[in-house]
């Protein structure tokens, strides 16, 4: 299986700071890495596919980019609504894994 | 608007049986690919199984390989989750949802949430 590795685990900012999170996969999964994010109490949803494509009405302050092996999600301006834990996942094989999550706190 | 709803959560004992069901709407349920997925609690994200549109191919986690079984009812836009023999460690919310390409997943259902305990 693909391990997804996260980091930081954690991190907190103010509003307005360019948020990174950074996702490593153990082996080349080319292009195919999602990234998600999970607000408190709520399901997760799909806000960034194929590395770098943003999904429809996800703000353009996310954004992703990487490829191979080492991927990141960037937020240009964090906001408030922007608390939630950010889980990256490859889709290059089956399982599909997940990253254990980066979870985004507002100073 | 695209919608996923599940049911069937509940709390049983070691070795017992639970069906979850995803209801669907809002996009044509047999066009896609689905998946469950699971998060143990204040833990991370974990996929269960998923399946093809018309159900001759299903993947599922070793974990759970021989005593969960998906299916689906295309007529019924519905999702299903066979769980036997259930341990502790299938303790989680588990969520429905649809599989737009490969492994991607989106929307998500709200959870169901499943506890094993004695």
């Known amino acids: 299986d693909i391990q997804m590795t996260q980091s930081p685990p954690s991190l907190s900012a103010s509003v307005g700071d360019r948020v990174t999170i950074t996702c490593r996969a153990s082996q080349n999964i080319r292009n195919y890495l999602n990234w998600y994010q999970q607000k408190p109490g709520t399901a997760p949803k799909l806000m960034i596919y194929l590395a770098s494509s943003l999904q429809s009405e996800v703000p353009s302050r996310f954004s992703g980019s990487g490829s191979g092996t080492d991927f990141t999600l960037t937020i240009t301006g964090l906001q408030p609504e922007d608390l939630a834990i950010y889980y990256c996942?490859?889709?290059?094989?089956?399982?599909?894994?997940f990253g254990q999550g980066t979870k985004v706190e507002i100073k | 608007e695209v919608q996923l709803v599940e049911s069937g959560g509940g709390l049983l004992q070691p070795g017992g049986s639970l069906r979850l069901s995803c209801g669907s709407s809002g996009f044509t349920f047999s066009s896609y690919r689905m998946t469950w997925v699971r998060q143990a609690p204040g833990k991370g994200l974990e996929w269960v199984a998923s399946m093809n549109q018309d159900g001759s191919e299903k993947n599922y986690v070793d974990s759970v390989k021989g005593r969960f079984t998906i299916s689906r009812d295309n007529a019924e836009n519905s999702l299903y989750l066979q769980m036997n023999s259930l341990r502790a460690e299938d303790t989680a919310v588990y969520y429905c949802?649809?599989?737009?390409?490969?492994?991607?997943?989106?929307?998500w259902g709200q959870g169901t949430l499943v506890t094993v305990s004695s």
């Open positions: 949802a649809r599989d737009v390409r490969w492994y991607w997943f989106d929307p």
């Open positions: 996942q490859q889709s290059h094989s089956t399982p599909p894994t």
